[in-house]
């Protein structure tokens, strides 16, 4: 195999989390390039990723269908001589390019029904279990009912204890600094300080957000123990009033939500000396940046969708009514975040500032 084409996730985490395929995939195929195709708002991660060689940034909306776009795509595609795509959502329109481009493997998970889309499917887990993204989307540089030789050390540490167990590779992104020094100098943070980046965003939903006064009190332990660190919290326009609400409890955080693209972000937080943040996107770039980072958990699994880092705590307290995975908490009080405390997540950020002195 020469060439690869990847339908990349719609969201940034499970880019990320579909790292490890594309390693794999270089390793079992040596000489093989892959593309992807991913939306505009997840390409700028994938560049940063060394396996991938050309990045197709879309401008297909999430949920629509857009037919004449993906066929003009298909048709500047078909030429390149693909000889093979994974298709990474479940989708049935995920599968439509690779399809009307005519590469002959179209490999995936069988997802809504793509039987005639896809003529490499592997079967769907079962409703009732989660397994780890990562080895899910593994999986698919093998056969269809393969054994992965392999398991994700973070979300299965005692499969990963075993002597004839291989560990999958991890997430890593490319860092610039001359990078994350322009875009520290725009917003005159001075790169010789210790930065603590906040991401109190996530995109799910607000059962995945540990509530802002908890963020504003950990600001304020900052201060106190810190006052040379500098804080800023990192998000998208939709996080720019979480944000707002932590720095009008504590001034001593700048909200840069909505004020940078997502490339300067992750410039940002290549440099940060530590990472607080919900499971969210931007969490699984602090992780593949390899920067120290504390993932708070509420309604999801750290399990199945872990920091794939030996940087990383988690602060998890798995309430009898936890992971639920809903968007919103069904039992209306989300103890699974409020009874999360900042003085717990302050413990493992300052062992993380302390290290950095």
Not at 41 to 68: F, N, S
Not at 304 to 333: M, N, V, Y
Request: glycine share 6%.
């Amino acid at each position: 195999m020469r060439r690869a084409l990847v339908i990349a996730p719609n969201w940034i985490g499970d880019a990320l989390m579909a790292q490890p395929l594309f390693t794999l995939l270089r390793k079992l195929h040596p000489r093989i390039a892959i593309d992807a195709v991913a939306p505009g708002w997840v390409a700028p991660v994938l560049k940063r990723m060394p396996e991938i060689r050309d990045v197709y940034a879309t401008d297909l909306a999430h949920g629509k269908l857009q037919l004449l776009r993906r066929w003009q795509l298909a048709n500047d595609l078909r030429d390149v001589g693909y000889d093979a795509a994974y298709v990474l959502p479940n989708s049935v329109k995920s599968a439509l390019i690779p399809w009307m481009a005519g590469i002959n493997l179209r490999i995936g998970y069988t997802g809504e029904s793509r039987y005639g889309l896809l003529n490499v499917r592997h079967a769907n887990p079962p409703e009732t279990e989660r397994p780890p993204m990562t080895a899910h989307y593994a999986a698919l540089a093998y056969a269809p009912g393969a054994k992965l030789p392999f398991v994700d050390r973070f979300a299965q540490p005692e499969a990963a204890a075993q002597p004839e167990a291989q560990a999958l590779p991890v997430s890593r992104l490319e860092s610039d600094s001359n990078e994350a020094a322009r875009v520290s100098a725009r917003f005159n943070l001075d790169t010789r300080t210790p930065l603590v980046v906040f991401c109190p965003g996530a995109e799910y939903g607000p059962a995945k957000r540990w509530p802002p006064e908890h963020f504003a009190s950990l600001a304020q332990f900052v201060a106190q123990s810190f006052p040379y660190a500098r804080i800023v919290a990192l998000g998208s326009k939709k996080d720019a009033p979480i944000a707002q609400a932590i720095a009008d409890r504590a001034p001593n955080v700048r909200n840069l939500c909505d004020q940078t693209s997502l490339g300067e972000a992750c410039a940002l937080i290549s440099r940060a000396s530590a990472v607080v943040t919900n499971d969210s996107g931007l969490m699984h770039v602090a992780a593949a940046s390899r920067r120290p980072l504390v993932a708070v958990y509420g309604s999801t699994d750290p399990r199945h969708t872990p920091p794939l880092s030996d940087l990383a705590k988690i602060q998890w307290l798995h309430l009898e009514c936890s992971p639920c995975f809903a968007r919103e908490c069904p039992l209306g009080h989300l103890n699974c975040l409020r009874e999360l405390t900042a003085e717990q997540v302050f413990g493992d950020l300052r062992g993380m500032l302390l290290a950095h002195r």
